[in-house]
Nanobody, 116 residues
């Protein structure tokens, strides 16, 4: 059974930093075609924040480019999102997702709240 568990969310003031983690079980991140971080602001749709692929490419939404860094540690089977210089508009529930064997797997999400 595949399970993705996010952690590291919390409340922070604007300009601060957080590092999110996504630990996987039942699935090896090194075998996934792509790994993603999404977020969902309250009352809005889900937004793709960042992607890393097994080809070694990484992409970011324009709104986070230069502030967020996606990375993975295959030995720990964990995906990370380092978030720096956080803004109020970064507030939302953050989800990790993995694309493997023609399926998407999702975590349950972790709340990030940025205040002024």
């Amino acid at each position: 059974q595949v399970q993705l568990v996010e952690s590291g969310g919390g409340s922070v003031q604007a300009g601060g930093s957080l590092k999110l983690s996504c630990a996987a079980s039942g699935l090896n991140f090194s075998n996934c075609g792509s790994l993603h971080w999404w977020r969902q602001p309250t009352g809005k749709g889900r937004q793709l924040v960042s992607t890393t692929t097994n080809a070694g490419t990484t992409t970011y939404a324009d709104s986070v480019n230069g502030r967020f860094i996606i990375s993975q540690d295959n030995a720990k089977n964990t995906l990370y999102l380092q978030m720096n210089n956080l803004r109020i508009e970064d507030t939302g529930v953050y989800y990790c997702a993995a694309y493997y064997n023609f399926r998407d797997y999702w975590g349950q999400g972790t709340q990030v709240t940025v205040s002024s």
